[in-house]
């Protein structure tokens, strides 16, 4: 680890995964890959703390490719990957110091809960709001799965999801997108019951979702090399 | 689009994101970010088909680095994603072959659906057996949120998720993973609905598990350089 002049802690590690296959022959192979890791600030310290060789990670984040030129003016690429979520999964080896389990997995943040999704609006989005003035939208969405059965017949079923979006997000939603409209949809799982009328018990699981692109065209604009690029905010995010 | 000597088809392309934040003076800023995509075979081709610049896509796959040595005899390094899934999103410019909209949208594949949870099992897996000699096994994983609520008070929620998996996974599993333990699952969403004894109609959303890593470190191996890395085989996984 180390720290900038201005005082932000970086760390830089290299995460090993393997990757199994079947070749030709149908003999079961694997290759390695080596990918670099860059954490900053409060996780960077977290992830020196905590990880030592051989710990088993899960790490999310977003891809960086640094440019540049080296000592004979050849230009050169980097690519890494820039962490904002790290997770210890165990398989510590013994070399580092000496955290008990309870140290380790104590923190809520050490858990993922996260949801993809792309698939067709089933019907238009509904905003609401609350007595509060909270804004709330709330929509379905439907994905589609094909696969072969073992009688070799193609089978398709289809899941619908519900979705809620919640403050600036459902807002815009609600004016951006439309039924049968195809959108991407990004969150976490969310569980709900209550007692109907007849006195049973319901649950109903959501997605609660943190980030919505839709289809449209609406949210590019032509740059002046000719081609459509995504703006740099084509998406509803939500701020929290 | 080329083709590799045996015949392979194979293509590449670039896809420009923008990252937005927010500098010291709260001014939004953006930077635009190129990831380079490989894709083989029969994706391969449909890329080539349907994708002109411009367009939006959603690309699934695995991070792969190559090395060579240069003119020079120095070693480069290139960064790819190695695409497995793209999903066509809209926004293509009008240069592109004139393709309606729903050849694009018809295949079902151009769907997503996919949960990734890391949580600790609430309750040692249940393995059991169908009539038709089927393996099925079904646990539930809770996972923890924090955040701070808008009077600034640190707020704690835990989520249930229903976890579900069949045949060699699910045999492994049930041997593999008890109560307490910490998981990776990754997945799709599937509802069932029943009707009740009281004639009431329920529903169930599970997670139909295709991947669970569990943190023991029964399943890794001690490499000669002393390191502790996962082997290439770490986790279950559903041969479908």
Not at 25 to 32: L, N, R
Not at 50 to 55: C, D, F, N, P, Y
Not at 115 to 138: F, M
């Amino acid at each position: 680890m180390r720290y900038t002049p201005s005082g932000t802690a970086v760390t830089s590690f290299t995460v090993l995964t393997y990757r199994g296959w079947k070749d030709d022959s149908g003999t079961e192979q694997s290759s390695p890959e080596y990918t670099n890791i860059v954490v900053w600030s409060k996780l960077a310290e977290i992830c020196n703390q905590l990880l030592v060789s051989g710990s088993r990670v899960f790490i999310e984040g977003r891809l960086q490719t640094r440019s540049w030129d080296d000592q004979e003016g050849v230009k050169r690429y980097k690519t890494e990957v820039i962490a904002d979520d790290m997770v210890l999964l165990g398989g510590r080896s013994g070399a580092g110091p000496a955290l008990s389990e309870s140290e380790i997995t104590v923190s809520p943040d050490m858990c993922v809960n996260r949801v993809q999704v792309i698939g067709n609006l089933a019907r238009d989005p509904e905003l609401r709001y609350l007595p509060s003035g909270t804004a709330v939208t709330t929509f379905v969405v439907a994905t589609n799965r094909a696969w072969t059965n073992s009688e070799g017949v193609r089978q398709e079923s289809t899941e619908f999801h519900n979705v809620v979006c919640w403050n600036t997000i459902a807002e815009q939603v609600s004016k951006d997108i439309n039924k049968g409209q195809k959108v991407y949809i990004e969150g976490r799982l969310q569980n709900r019951s209550w007692e109907g009328e007849d006195g049973v018990k319901r649950f109903k699981t959501e997605i609660v979702a943190s980030f919505i692109v839709g289809s449209t065209v609406r949210d590019e604009m032509r740059h002046e090399d000719g081609a459509v690029h995504p703006v740099p905010s084509p998406a509803a995010k939500d701020p929290t």
